[in-house]
């Protein structure tokens, strides 16, 4: 770089005899009062430009300076494990005003969290109705295509039940009927998230980029609701880094001055399947309460996904009038992140606030190399294993195990030359469920086989993944760096706010410890 200095004009002309540029710059000899007036002019504004641009590069520096600063958090894991919902209660702790001010955009996702399933289910009796017991080919192609892997429910390859009797075929056909009307605005839904298929995503999964609330929220509020803006909190959709170097835009509050909040919009769609919802929600609950449902479940030939089952249970609260989706709702509601979302907080410090930036990453192993321009300047990471997922296999390659791919990719993360300065913090997600299927029998030995004779209980299992994640984080461990393990169910409000406010603290210490270095 060269570094030049004022053109001599914006100085005071002195003109020295051995400057090329003075016999230039040097006004002309006859110059007529109105020209050196106009040159006056042209000078001051040159000037002005010159002193902008002055004024806009020290402002960068100083935010560059502020940047480095703030505090960078990656929140990495395979897809489903928990990534998003723990952003949601970052939100909650340091944001909690613009997690209230989505509620009314997450009801469409939860219409299509409830939408999903009942299809599936009705899919799954199908499969059931037919009854080809022995053809394995047909339950395959039915898995792969039919369901998708990234569907809220499959079933599973193992061998089919014969037919139910008459009177439950004409119990279930009747349910079917029914709920037609429900399963059909499926694609509906899909389409007003802004779902893209992207492979290996599974067959009818919704994907959506940061800022979907927004979308779905202007066409539920209309123009009126931009009008106020005073939360802190921000966030931006960052699909490549060159958009996230331009500012966040600001999040719109709502009501924080305590007026009368604008009367919302209604949204068509979300009102036509509320109205659906509302009466097909007794058939939905009988399908769901069916002991055909029960039996395919309990054999689990149907597996439905966590979230699947909370929106199933509480199918009539979702369905009643004026339904407002509540905090657990929406900490419960499913859907995919696509790309890297940047989500900003102010967290408080010694009387200071420090700028958090959480980056939410889609974690299919599509969405994987979108990570990498985040990790260079990295503070620190919590990366997300989901220990319930032991018989659970990746709908972007149903042949690896789910335990197996956490693993492989908390190798690579800890052994990334990029990422080696930055704070470790594992995230053993999920232990609610996995407490879950554990009660109902699931055994670890049938999936992971060298779980052997260990006991089939909580403690036991943890404990071996644990051992497991452990080791390699040991095994790739150049800089000897300190790994922070909590054994976690993201959903679980009261739990994350110790659980988070230690993950700050021990961030907050290497925090200031590097600081002090500087
Ligand atoms: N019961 C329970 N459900 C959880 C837990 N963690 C996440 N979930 C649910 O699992 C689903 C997937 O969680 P997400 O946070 O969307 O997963 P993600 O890691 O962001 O997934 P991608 O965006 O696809 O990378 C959501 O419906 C969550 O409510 C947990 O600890 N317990
Ligand atoms: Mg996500």
Redesign the pocket.
Known sequence: MIRTSRPPSLRSVATEPGDPFSAIMRPPAAESSDDRSARLQREANAKKISDSIDEAIKQDRERMKKRKEDVKLL?L????????????QFQLIYNPASLDEERLSWRVVIQY?IVRPVLRILEALDLFAEGDSDDDSRIAKSDSEKLGGNTAASVSRETLQPSPSPSMDQQLSTLRLRLSPLVQLESQLANRLGGVSVSGSGKGSV?VRSGWQARTFGITFGKSRERTSSAKGRFSFTGQRSALENAAPERKSVDMDGSEPPEPEKDKLVEEVAMVLMSCKDDARELWQHPAVKRLRENRKLRL???AE?FMDNIARVSAPGYIPTIDDI???????MGVAEHVFDVPLHGRNVTWHLY?????RG?RHTWVPYFDDATAIIF?A?V?AFDQYLSEDPRTNRIDDSLQLFKQICSNQLLKQAHLVLFL?????LAEKLARGVKVKKYITSYGDRPNEVDAVVSYFKAHFTQVHTRNNEGKRVLYTHL?????TKAMQSIISDVRDSIFRDYLKSAALV
């Open positions: 929140l894991g395979q897809a489903e494990s928990g990534k998003s919902t723990l952003q949601k969290n994907m996904e966590e979230w909370y900490l419960h509601a499913r859907i995919q992140t939410d990453v889609g974690g299919a969405q997300l989901p319930s997600n999920k232990a609610d469920v976690t169910s993201v959903v679980n």
